[in-house]
């Protein structure tokens, strides 16, 4: 069963590119992995999804290595309103849904 | 299109009780999955269901139950309520029956204490 971690809090500036690491060594071979963000009193809101390489969206871009025991969350030119706490998320087998520790990330001015 | 709603918001109980909480996932959306998030444990899955079968169970003892109707609406049931229930109890749903890269789309959950 996968097991995830990621740092426990994060600072940046804005406009700086912030990145996030989520560790799943034990990752399946048809994981997939998500990244979630989420604000106070909110559920989890949808980032990105990969499975391998790099994949990019209008918002954020997810590099997996090809180990695949690691996935990074970039996030370009951060501002205040990106202040939150976010999730990696792996699909382990049998549809057992793990979720990283999160990562509080504030963003100063 | 609507999104995920989680009926009631705030939920305060005393221990021994049930508590049935209610999820409405997006139109069309045939999985729901239930998690529970404490400050101590964090995000942690509970169940999930798929055209009214549970398709998988998380770590979670039998006093934690759900159920989906035919309108893929779902239920959590808990019965016998413990202190260490207290949490928020968020709903996600999902468009795919592959649940392994469907995103899932949450509700903003409801805030059960237990006193």
């Known amino acids: 069963l996968a097991k995830t971690t990621q740092p426990i809090s994060m600072d940046s500036y804005e406009g700086q590119e912030v990145n996030i690491t989520c560790s799943h060594n034990?990752?399946?071979?048809?994981?997939?992995i998500t990244w979630y963000q989420q604000f106070p009193s909110q559920g989890p809101r949808f980032i990105i999804q990969?499975?391998?390489t790099k994949v990019t969206n209008e918002v954020a871009s997810l590099f997996i290595p090809a180990d695949r025991k690691s996935s990074t969350l970039s996030l370009p030119r951060v501002s205040l309103s990106d202040t939150a706490v976010y999730y990696c998320?792996?699909?382990?087998?049998?549809?057992?849904?793990?979720f990283g520790t999160g990562t509080r990330l504030k963003v100063l001015a | 299109k609507a999104g995920v709603t989680q009926t009631p918001r705030y939920l305060i109980k005393t221990r021994g009780q049930q508590v049935t909480l209610s999820c409405s996932p997006i139109?069309?959306?045939?999985?729901v999955s239930w998690y529970q998030q404490t400050p101590g444990q964090g995000l942690q899955f509970l169940f999930e269901?798929?055209?009214?079968?549970?398709?998988n169970k998380g770590n979670f003892p039998g006093r934690f139950s759900g159920r989906q109707f035919s309108n893929s609406r779902s239920e959590m049931n808990v019965s016998t309520l413990e202190l260490g229930d207290s949490a928020l109890y968020l709903c996600?749903?999902?468009?795919?029956?592959?649940?392994?890269?469907?995103?899932?789309?949450f509700g903003n959950g409801t805030r059960l204490t237990v006193t």
């Open positions: 996600a749903s999902s468009s795919g029956q592959s649940s392994y890269n469907s995103p899932l789309h």
């Open positions: 034990n990752i399946a071979t048809n994981d997939y």
């Open positions: 990969g499975y391998k």
């Open positions: 998320l792996v699909v382990g087998g049998t549809y057992k849904y793990i």
């Open positions: 139109s069309g959306h045939r999985s």
């Open positions: 269901y798929f055209s009214e079968t549970q398709r």
